[in-house]
Each structure stands twice: as structure tokens, then as C-alpha cells.
Nanobody
Framework: QVQLVESGGGLVQTGGSLKLACAAS????????MGWFRQAPGKEREFVAA?????YYTDSVKGRFTISRNNAKNTVYLQMNSLKPEDTAVYYC???????????????????WGQGTQVTVSS
């Protein structure tokens, strides 16, 4: 019943931009912190950004990526600018209950996950 459906991934050149979207259903969107994670081949899944009322970013994307949400549309976005080859990964959206505890950067904090969308940045 719970669904997180991602869109917007694709292939771009170094320095280009992409905007990812994740449409949520089956839970009370406004009661959840929304996050983005990514996983490159052979790497652990890593935190990218999260948004509640405030926003949080991993150091490697600060100044380049912007997370936002539209509660009326039950959708969270990730605007990615100045893309680098090291940004290449499968990107996942995730939802964490406000009634939970722990850092937004921890995978275990999140209750629901999307299917992932591929982002490839060519050099």
C-alpha cells in the first residue's frame, strides 16, 4: 500500500543538472521526514539529503544539491546542479516517521524506501 515512486533520473554530462522527484502515497506525508540516499557499484548506500521543516546535506553535495518538498502534492524533490562523475549512482528516496529517533543520515532511521532511479554523469 505504501509507495514511493521516483522519476527524473538519466544521463548527463559533467557540469549538467537533473531534478529528481518522488511521489508518495499510503501514509501521512506531512508526518514524515523525507530523504535521499544513493548507492554506487561496490559502495555502501550513503546519505545525500533530508527535509522536514529544515534541510540537511552530506558535505559532498552542499552548494550543488537542493532538497525540497510539496506537501500538497505528496512529493519530494532533489535538484542536482554542477554534477560530477562521482555523483553517478542509483538514487533512492525514503521516509522516516517524525515519531522515530536517530540521525537523518542513518539508513535504519527510515521506514519506507523507493525503488531507485539511475543517475549517470559522463566525463
Amino acid at each position: 500500500q505504501v509507495q514511493l515512486v521516483e522519476s527524473g533520473g538519466g544521463l548527463v554530462q559533467t557540469g549538467g543538472s537533473l531534478k529528481l522527484a518522488c511521489a508518495a502515497s499510503g501514509f501521512t506525508f506531512s508526518s514524515y521526514v523525507m530523504g535521499w540516499f544513493r548507492q554506487a557499484p561496490g559502495k555502501e548506500r550513503e546519505f545525500v539529503a533530508a527535509v522536514s521543516g529544515n534541510t540537511y546535506y552530506t558535505d559532498s553535495v552542499k552548494g550543488r544539491f537542493t532538497i525540497s518538498r510539496n506537501n500538497a502534492k505528496n512529493t519530494v524533490y532533489l535538484q542536482m546542479n554542477s554534477l560530477k562523475p562521482e555523483d553517478t549512482a542509483v538514487y533512492y528516496c525514503a521516509a522516516a516517521s517524525l515519531r522515530g529517533s536517530g540521525s537523518w543520515s542513518l539508513r535504519g532511521r527510515y521506514d519506507y524506501w523507493g525503488q531507485g532511479t539511475q543517475v549517470t554523469v559522463s566525463s
